[in-house]
């Protein structure tokens, strides 16, 4: 009996840490069921690096956009994005949004930069990936009044913020998605979180070659790990692993719809 499929939803495969060893990565993954994987671009620099995985793998895609650490040096519009996300394998736009905690770039160049990736999104149809961090109020005040001047569909990625924050996101027809900071032993709030949000919209990723789940925290993330998140909201939710896996896949495809779901045998 074949394993139900699973959906890295978001990780960084052109990253230097899988570099000479992808083809294992790849085959691992697909050993844990976990047969599709979105990776994610960072900078618009790095595009042609991040699509040349997604060409190379039938079952990888990708995203186009500037991560809110960006923003300041990797300047985009709205029309260039919409034109990268032309190619057949780009599905998502992003990641993009606003991080504080860090505040690589100023809050106004991320901000304007978030606002970029959204209207891209409007107008393109691709789902919309968003990092939060740090900058709840602002990302709630930004979605709320950006889907009053048209929709678009839109998820937050690697959920690790306040209940309000998903619960608005998911009021404005958003999705939420879990990484392996769920297996953490101090993530018992972020547990009681994702227990009462619906499944009908989780997604699941790793972030990797970043937060690796337990038992391999400290160690280099792949997507293979998927299914430690996966198997953790089963046992939070009461629920089968087949069910978390077979809505959290429904649900990635639903968002990501330019990506074609694989045949299983």
């Known amino acids: 009996m074949s394993q139900p499929l699973l959906v890295d939803s978001h990780c960084h495969l052109n990253f230097p840490d899988f570099k000479g060893d992808l083809d294992g990565i790849i085959a691992n993954a697909q050993d844990n069921g976990v047969g599709v994987m979105q990776t994610i671009c960072t900078k618009i620099s790095e595009f042609p690096e991040v699509i040349s995985v997604a060409e190379k ?3 990888i895609y990708a995203s186009v956009g500037v991560h809110p650490h960006e923003a300041d040096k990797e300047k985009t519009s709205v029309d260039e994005l919409i034109k990268l996300a032309d190619h057949p394998k780009v599905i998502g736009i992003g990641e993009t949004g606003l991080d504080y905690y860090y505040e690589h770039s100023k809050r106004s160049a991320q901000q304007e930069s978030f606002l970029s990736h959204i209207e891209a999104a409007r107008q393109s149809g ?6 939060s961090r740090d ?10 009044k950006e889907m009053k001047k048209g929709p678009f569909n ?13 619960e608005k996101s998911i009021d404005l027809g958003m999705y939420i998605s879990i990484s392996g900071i769920i297996t953490f032993k101090k993530s018992e709030e972020l547990r009681e979180i994702v227990k009462d949000l619906p499944l009908e919209r989780l ?22 790990y998927t299914r430690y998140t996966a198997e953790l909201i089963a046992d939070i939710k009461n629920v089968s692993y087949e069910s978390v896996a077979e809505i959290t896949t429904n649900n990635f495809f639903t968002l990501f719809n330019k990506a074609k779901k694989p045949r299983r045998a």
């Open 135 to 144: 900058a709840d109020e602002d990302t709630i005040n930004i979605l709320q």
């Open 154 to 166: 839109a998820l937050i990625h690697c959920f690790s913020s306040s209940k309000e924050l998903a």
């Open 203 to 224: 997604l699941v990723e790793t972030d990797a070659p970043y937060l690796a789940p337990i038992p391999y925290r400290g160690k280099r993330n792949e997507p293979a």
């Open 57 to 59: 793998y039938e079952n």
């Open 126 to 131: 691709l789902g919309l990936i968003v990092h």
